[in-house]
């Protein structure tokens, strides 16, 4: 993880936007451990470049297994105001279809997608994308978590 994550002006809120192609898995994923592990001290946004119909039923199988409901999500789409209004965009695949603005922290995150994968296969991305808004986290939040 680079040092450039930024952290929030004192009292501000960090805000971190997942960006994937369909908005289905992987940062739907991201953004509910996100959200679940922060308990409410970071602002979470996801969206997708092209957004699919309804999250991959695999990944709220996955994501319930360890008791975080997706079930009530939906793809949204990426829009240039949520990345204007995010400090971090992590981008999972979404290549050059992210919009660039200065001042915010990019990352991406290789991560294997998990569309049309059945839950065996998207369990091991579940738990990478754990590790790693953990380690988001840590930076993010350097109180603790």
Known sequence: MPDAVP?????????????????????????????????????????GSAPADAVNPAAVRAMAEVGIDLSAETPKVLTADAVRASDVVITMGCGDTCPVFPGRTYLDWQLDDPAGRGVDAVRPIRDEI???????????????F
Do not use: Y
Not at 130 to 144: C, F, K, Q, S, T
């Open 7 to 47: 952290e929030a002006p004192s009292g501000a809120k960090p805000s971190v936007l997942f960006v994937c192609v369909h908005n289905a898995g992987r940062s739907q994923m991201a953004a509910a451990w996100l959200t679940h592990l922060s308990q409410g001290r970071i602002e979470v946004r996801s969206a």
């Open 130 to 144: 754990e590790r790693r808004v953990r380690d988001l986290l840590a930076e993010l939040l350097p109180d603790g």
